[in-house]
């Protein structure tokens, strides 16, 4: 095991503008012995660093079998509006992989729903990249939901056509001005999931987004009979170390870095309702 | 565990000892507290009794012919394991590239001298944090590795002190390389560890008997008669988690100043942040390079921006603050680790300026509104 409170540098291999505030960086890591250790599983989490700016827990985007290492980040603090001004051929640190991923062996023997808010769809894009990479022609069914505000907020939205062929894909935005060619859905996540029908006991349902996203989403699924515990979340906190030692990322007595940041519903249900847990 | 005594005038060999191979950090007074500090023998605040309140803390001369008859100060190991500001990495951002290199100063072990039972149960503690997660902390680790612990049984409990109640002392009964128990002009001795036998290696002791054995018993157990204050720990961590909603947060954060002083001087609490320093001087005249370092400073809970986000913050409100400490200590450590993170040193009581104290407001809780 590596040193993984240490950052190895890592460049910038090119960078794609996703949205009007959201950009994928990928990334190749310089140093070759790292290159052929480092490995992660999806919903894992690295922790982005720039030199005299500091750093940010940015999760993986890419599946673990794609050829390149990908960050999508939304510009928000110090860290991630640095990066927003790098080229391709910059070089940063980055330590990792941090953090529980999605339980991949829960979609095994058993339909998938995706649920994503916001830039929530970031650490689901590399569940639905290792599905799709890995088990074309699969015959569970995979459900995805996702919702932006307006139809520019999409992320990945020029690759959702591809997952058509093998992913139910339904996405929706909050709201679409007029001059916007928009064909889909407006209004939010969990009042569409409620149009189409699934078989909800043989469902797991992956979540991220806004809290209150995750938290009516959840109530939505439960009231159709998903069972509880097989309902994953993907928490956001704000991870200062990455590896439980600075205390930043509590989410009731779960360390969201190590413990998260994915997690069962029912591990972490009696904090979900809680104001400022 | 062997058993002896020592004449009290050979502690002053001991530091002796000690000297060639370790820093000695022990109690010393300054600006009117118990501090700990780098000392000499006779920097030891020997005689001096101390009287802790709510929000209290003063020193007596009390002309006592014991050496350790004052209480915890408001340190604690985490002045020395684990200091305030820790240098993590220096960094330099160049036109090439971006370098990045640990930070690991050298320095002689410590030996801590007088060291007390519940501070051996926090050193535990921040133990499972610091090496025992899925990372083990570089920085930690190198400080703690090969310190010595000379602990001294407490007989004078300090006025907010509830140890007895949390099962982490007043007696030091494991932890230590060794423990001393005062006996008018000699020291019972505890040797714990192969260590603590090689220090005393020359200090002539004396053989113990069984009536030294039942005298050193009947010592703590006079001072656990006279600890004054107990934490009802019966039904923790359940009686928190049921009650995160209850009245009573409101009334403690209009009290509440958010100084942190509470996670300060707490032994146990641990959070920390880590930024990057960039001096001036540290950027060319181009802003094309800049080097720095990265510093781990303590933080606390207490503060605003601990658990902001962008976009947001997920504690804005004190009442929130509070609650989130006092439940980390009282119920998210047991959940974590096993065991509460409090262990009843009563210094969050001492050095609160408005002296809330957490034993009773646990007791508050309790109270159905």
Known sequence: ??????????????????????????????????????????????????????EAAISISSGPSDHDLIHTVRVAGDVTTTLSKLNSGDVIGLRGPFGKGWPMEETETRDLMIIAGGAGIAPLRSVIRHIFTSRKGCTNRVIIFYGAKTPKDIIFRDEFPHYRDLFQVFLTVDKADP???????????????????????????????????????????????????KIFLSMERNMNCGMGICGHCFFGPKFVCKDGPVFRFTDVEEFLEIKEV | MTKARMSKDRLKSLFETLKGDYRIVGPKIVQGTVILNEIDFDDMPAGSRDRQGPGTYRIDRAGSSDIFSFSVGPHSFKQFLLPSVQ??????????????????????????????????????????IFLEGPVVDPFYEDKRKDIVIIAVNCLYPGENCFCDSMGTGPEATSGFDIALTEFGDDFFLEIGTAEGEEILDGIPLKEVDDRDIEEKGAAIFRCKEMIRKAMKTADLPGILYRNLEHPRWDEIASRDLECGNCTMVCPT????????????????????????????????????????????????????????????????????????????????????????DITHELEELRIVR
């Open chain 1, 179 to 229: 001059e916007e060619y928009w064909r889909g859905h407006i209004g939010l996540v969990t009042s569409f999931m409620g149009k189409v029908s699934y078989d909800s006991l043989n469902i797991t349902a992956f979540v991220c987004g806004p809290e209150i996203m995750m938290r009516s989403a959840t109530r939505e699924l439960l009231s159709k009979g998903v069972p509880r515990e």
């Open chain 2, 269 to 356: 609490c641990f959070c920390n942040s880590s930024y990057d320093r960039l001096p001036i001087s540290g950027i060319s005249s181009d802003l094309t390079e800049r080097s720095g370092m990265r510093v781990r400073t303590w933080d606390s809970c207490f503060s605003k921006n601990f658990a902001r986000v962008h976009g947001g913050n997920f504690r804005p409100s004190r009442r929130a603050r509070y609650r989130h400490w006092m439940t980390h200590k009282l119920a998210y450590w047991i959940d974590q680790f096993g065991s509460p993170g409090c262990v009843g040193c009563g210094r969050c009581i001492t050095w609160c300026p408005v002296g809330i």
């Open chain 2, 87 to 128: 240098e993590t990495l220096a960094f330099k951002k160049s036109k090439k590239g971006i370098s990045v290199n640990r930070v690991l100063v050298r320095e002689k072990p410590i030996a801590f001298i007088g060291v007390r039972a519940c501070d051996i149960a926090a050193l535990r503690l921040l133990d499972k």
């Open chain 1, 1 to 54: 095991m590596y040193d993984k409170s240490l950052p190895f540098e890592a460049t910038i291999k090119w960078i794609k503008k996703e949205t009007r505030d959201t950009a994928s960086y990928a990334v190749k890591i310089n140093d070759r012995e790292m290159q052929k250790i480092y490995s992660f599983k999806p919903g894992q989490f690295n922790m982005l660093y720039f030199p005299g700016v500091g």
